[in-house]
């Protein structure tokens, strides 16, 4: 089974909107949709559909006015604590961006 994170929803979406939703694009789902407040998780019976309905859904569909977002879930074990910095001016050294244990 390939369970899907479906984020950056609104909290007024419904369970069955997002049924409508992935049936509206022919994208199968295996199970029930687990539906918390501005997010959801499916499971896909297998990895072809989970990346279709990724591709498919993914940053393309706004409900409610929110554009979801579609990947992969990954559970709280592996996930990383690792943050992304950006954007960062040339002039600037990584030496100013080193993060010290408080004392």
């Known amino acids: 089974m390939n369970k899907l ?12 909107e997002l049924r409508q939703l992935f049936g509206d694009r022919k994208l199968p789902l295996a199970g029930q949709v687990l539906l918390k407040s501005g997010y959801a998780f499916l499971d ?22 929110k554009v979801m977002e579609v990947d992969y ?6 996930r990383s604590r690792k943050i992304q910095i950006r954007n960062i001016p ?10 010290h244990k408080p004392s």
């Open 5 to 16: 994170y479906i984020g950056n929803l609104s909290p007024a979406a419904t369970a069955d």
């Open 44 to 65: 896909y019976p297998d990895q072809i559909w989970a990346i279709r309905a990724i591709e498919t859904l993914s940053g393309k569909v706004e409900l409610h006015g």
């Open 73 to 78: 879930s990954v559970p709280k074990k592996l």
């Open 90 to 99: 040339p002039h600037l050294q990584w030496e100013l961006f080193a993060l």
